[in-house]
């Protein structure tokens, strides 16, 4: 799917997938609507890949459930709390029980079509940048 209107085009975007073929798709899908992408298998590398980042994130997307036990809720928390502002999130997640639990986050519940994740990334963005 390409963006109709670039506007994504340019966006850093941190993806935190512990599924490597999902987090390939991800990043993918991604690049074709413009963002850079920086991609992690862990909340743990996610920070490593976030401190190497020459401009904060504008956007988060993480799994829910990460190796090691961690959240991510907890990766999105930690990362906002590294670049001192609060970077809108979403957590994607199979688990239709799993409601919002952060600002500024949204759930998305798998399987989504890729309009859906274009268009919940949009909604989240600031307006104007």
């Known amino acids: 799917m390409s963006e ?4 994504l085009a340019g966006r850093v975007v941190v993806v935190i997938e512990d599924d490597a073929l999902q ?4 990043c993918m899908m991604l ?17 490593q890949v976030v401190r190497t980042l020459t401009t ?6 993480s799994d829910v459930w990460l190796p090691d036990g ?3 809720e907890e990766a999105i928390a930690r990362l ?5 502002r609060d970077v809108p999130a979403l957590l994607l997640t199979g688990d239709t029980d ?3 639990t952060l600002p500024r986050t949204r759930v998305l519940y798998k399987p989504y079509p890729p309009a859906t994740l274009f268009a919940a990334m949009v909604d989240l963005l600031p307006s104007g940048l």
């Open 4 to 7: 109709p209107n670039g506007a």
């Open 23 to 26: 987090r390939l798709a991800q």
């Open 31 to 47: 690049d074709t609507w413009g963002c850079q992408v920086a991609a992690a298998g862990s909340a743990a590398e996610a920070e």
């Open 56 to 61: 904060p994130p504008d956007i988060i997307l």
């Open 70 to 72: 961690a959240a991510g």
């Open 80 to 84: 906002r709390w590294m670049v001192g």
């Open 98 to 100: 799993r409601r919002q």
